[in-house]
């Protein structure tokens, strides 16, 4: 057996183990290890007639994830929100929503403690429950789960076509953050931008620019170099700049400034009229064509 033929067989192989082991989460949404994942080992599940699970299966079901009954609902002090699982296997598989318990103590909350404490109304929580069952409705964990076995059979071919063995090693790297910050993002943005079309844009804008005065107020007391002027903290690689996923919500509603939102109703999701939709784009499923 040729090196050549060897490398192709080892670099399948390995892609078709990588896939395997990032789709694991789709088929077991709430194992250990997706919990892990999640940052939710400490999150515990809902019952049925728990009023925060069933207003999350509500949201869920309103953005268009099929049998939001098979969503298990979990809150924990660790995780800043995740879901596992997508719409093609929620009813043989299940799926999962980790939410922080922030925001299930202030879903609870008193009307008197949000205006003294300042913590999350209740349209801006559903517009978290909406933006996570979103990538559930969208089938995002595929497209993730597909994008390490593609960085690697790209890679391979990335080394095979440039001579130079620094620059293919270069290009491949480079190619693989870029790609990665390209689809996390993207699939960010989509998740925010079928929460917008559903009724929940001004809670997102509210909810943004809360967290942009949080991380102002962070930044002043660490005089730190890993928040922006603007409040963007940049070490989150994986979401987009708060000030970009603000722009955007403005840009698809009539929330054009802050004080349209800060005058939301809680009791009521106001539905806003789209005055349009950003370019469409091209998701990144690279799909690459190799002569074996």
């Not at 480079?174 to 390209?182: A, K, P, R, T, V």
């Amino acid at each position: 057996m040729s090196i050549a033929l060897y490398s192709k067989r080892f670099v399948g192989a390995s892609a078709l183990l990588l896939y395997g082991h990032a789709s694991y989460p789709i088929a077991k949404p709430t194992s250990t290890h997706s919990l892990r994942l999640a940052q939710g080992l400490d999150a515990y599940e809902l019952g049925d007639k728990d009023l925060f699970a069933m207003n999350v299966r509500n949201v869920a079901a309103r953005v268009g994830v099929k049998y939001p009954e098979r969503i298990s609902i979990r809150v924990g002090v660790q995780s800043a929100g995740a879901s596992m699982g997508t719409n093609l296997a929620i009813r043989q598989r299940g799926a999962c929503i980790v939410l922080p318990m922030e925001l299930y103590d202030a879903f609870y909350a008193p009307p008197q403690l949000h205006k003294k404490h300042n913590i999350a109304k209740r349209h801006e929580i559903d517009f978290v429950l909406a933006h996570e069952s979103a990538h559930i409705a969208k089938n995002h964990s595929m497209y993730t789960a597909a994008f390490l076995p593609a960085s690697v059979v790209g890679s391979y071919v990335a080394i095979n076509k440039i001579p130079n063995k620094w620059i293919a090693g270069i290009v491949s790297v480079l190619g693989i953050i870029g790609s990665h910050f390209y689809l996390s993002w993207s699939l960010e943005h989509e998740a925010d931008q079928v929460a917008a079309e559903n009724g929940f844009a001004c809670g997102g804008i509210s909810f943004f620019q809360r967290k942009l005065i949080r991380n102002c107020e962070m930044r002043s007391l660490l005089n730190t170099r890993m928040i922006t002027k603007s409040g963007n903290y940049l070490g989150d690689t994986s979401h987009p700049l708060l000030t970009s996923r603000i722009e955007r919500l403005q840009f698809l509603t009539f929330c054009r400034d802050s004080q349209t939102c800060s005058h939301h109703r809680d009791e009521n999701i106001v539905q806003v009229k789209m005055i349009g939709k950003p370019p469409r784009r091209t998701k990144l499923l690279i799909v690459l064509v190799i002569y074996w």
